[in-house]
């Protein structure tokens, strides 16, 4: 089966396979559906001609005819849709990491615009918006019983200038309004960084740049860390990552597995389906991994949390994932215009399909909500009491020579640093926390 090179998720098209042992009536009962279907598209050629000819005002026929196949493709599921000329241009730029909007990948829900999740670093993040959040109106406009492509175009504009969105969000008593400038988004793919003794890999999105990015990445913080011998393990940080590229979830996945499956792809008919497999070679070279997820990781993010958890590759912590399972396939058509056709679903190498369920963590951790500083608990870093060491004509400790003593206020400041970390970033201490614990206990 012959693969299409824009698939924003990977897949493959389903086929039409036609059997020839067939009986009399079986293929009377086809021609009939033939038939029926001829009838349905006279009907559609009639009603055409009739818009075009006697609606109250004048029609561009060529807009007509795309919302007509807009119309068609949005009937199948929230993910399938017409990209006219324009969005097709627009969407390959956006794989490449760069392109112009407010920074939030969205979903449709019951007729509201859902945000999937802020992408980090953009407006929408930057302005509060969170995964989960529901957009009711842009700039006062409803967007209720608009299609997900033209709510978006609503919040689509000019670098620079303003949009205010109405959003209802759980936990909130009522819908309030985000002001956002809208920008270029330059997505860096992934973050890197040190805490205390782990490798904390940020991954945003999945596109072209993701998989050169991790590998640099991780390699740059081992150096500044002095070596592999230094770090403990890695923190894969998936949260409120949308998805992206099937091609680098699958290369992400393969980056710190030897062997076995990836994902597997089963699209209408079951010779369409693909195996992915790993290649050898590890790039964490069998340090511990944690993956850290939420409501907003979805699709390939998904794909990754799941193979690495069905492999016991990592501990995935955090709350249930997005459960975006399905496979959508970019197909070029006629006039640079293009079609976002779901052509199969995913699966992890379990076997189980994701769709709608998620993948859910080996361990629950819930991120709590900040507290303002009036709120600090006692016991927090910033309300730490006084202990005899801060003491006037305190005795000295005489057990301890000066390097134990130096080596203990060193454990000392690390254990500070990462109660302040638990105060920023609840989930992400906890995952460190993991891996301190793994480390501790050894190999089996």
């Known amino acids: 089966m012959k693969k299409f090179a824009m698939a924003a998720i990977g897949g493959t098209l389903a086929g039409i396979v036609a059997t020839t042992y067939v009986a009399g009536p079986l293929l009377a009962q086809e ?52 990209l006219s000329p324009e969005d097709a241009a ?5 794989t490449r990491g760069e392109f112009g909007g407010l920074g939030i990948e969205v979903t449709q829900e019951e007729g509201f615009v859902k945000v999937v999740s802020p992408i980090d670093g953009t407006p929408a993040d930057e302005a509060g918006m969170e995964a989960g959040d529901f957009i009711t109106h842009v700039d006062g406009e409803s967007v209720l019983g608009l299609s997900l492509d033209d709510a978006v175009t609503l ?27 809208r920008d270029t988004i330059k997505l860096t793919a992934v973050r890197s960084r040190i805490e205390g003794d782990t490798v904390v890999m940020r991954i945003t999105t999945f596109n072209d740049q993701t998989t050169t990015n991790l590998v640099s990445g991780l390699k740059k913080q081992i150096e500044e860390a002095g070596g592999k011998d230094n770090v403990n393990g890695i ?49 964490a070279e069998g340090k511990p991994i944690v993956v850290l997820i939420n409501g907003g ?47 199969a679903r995913y699966y992890t190498p379990s076997g189980r399909s994701i769709q709608a369920l998620g993948v859910s963590p080996d361990i629950v951790v819930q ?27 305190r005795l000295n400790n005489d057990s301890l020579s000066e390097d134990e003593i130096r080596q203990i206020e060193a454990d000392r400041e690390k254990a ?17 926390d993991i891996l301190k614990g793994l480390v501790a206990l050894g190999p089996n």
Do not use: C, W
């Not at 500070?416 to 460190?432: G, N, P, S, V």
């Open 416 to 432: 500070e640093k990462a109660a302040e970390l638990r105060e920023e970033d609840y989930q992400l201490a906890y995952a460190i």
């Open 31 to 82: 021609g009939a559906g033939e038939a029926n279907v001829y009838e349905q598209l006279d009907l559609f050629g009639d009603i055409f001609e009739r818009i075009r000819a006697q609606y109250v005002e004048e029609v561009d026929e060529k807009e007509l005819i795309e919302a007509a196949i807009a119309g068609m493709l949005t009937s199948l599921d929230p993910h399938s849709s017409y």
């Open 235 to 283: 923190v894969l940080d998936l949260r409120n990552n949308p998805g992206g590229l099937l091609t680098q979830a699958i290369k992400v996945a393969d980056s710190f597995l030897e062997s076995g499956e990836i994902v597997s792809t089963r699209g209408r008919d079951p010779e369409d389906g693909e195996r992915f497999n790993a290649t050898p070679g590890d790039l």
């Open 297 to 343: 990781s979805a699709s390939a993010s998904e794909i990754v949390a799941g193979a690495l958890q069905d492999h016991r590759r990592a501990i995935v912590i955090g709350t249930k994932s997005f459960g975006k399972g399905s496979v959508q396939t970019v197909m070029p058509l006629k006039g640079d215009g293009a079609m976002r056709l779901t052509t």
């Open 90 to 94: 627009s969407m390959r730029v956006q």
């Open 367 to 393: 991120q709590p909500r900040r507290k303002a500083a009036a709120e600090e608990d006692e016991d927090s870093p910033a309300r730490r009491s006084r202990s005899e060491a801060d003491l006037r004509g």
């Open 155 to 181: 919040m689509r504009g000019p670098v620079g200038s303003e949009i205010v969105i109405t959003v209802v969000r759980e936990g909130e008593a009522e819908p309030f309004d985000v002001s956002i400038i």
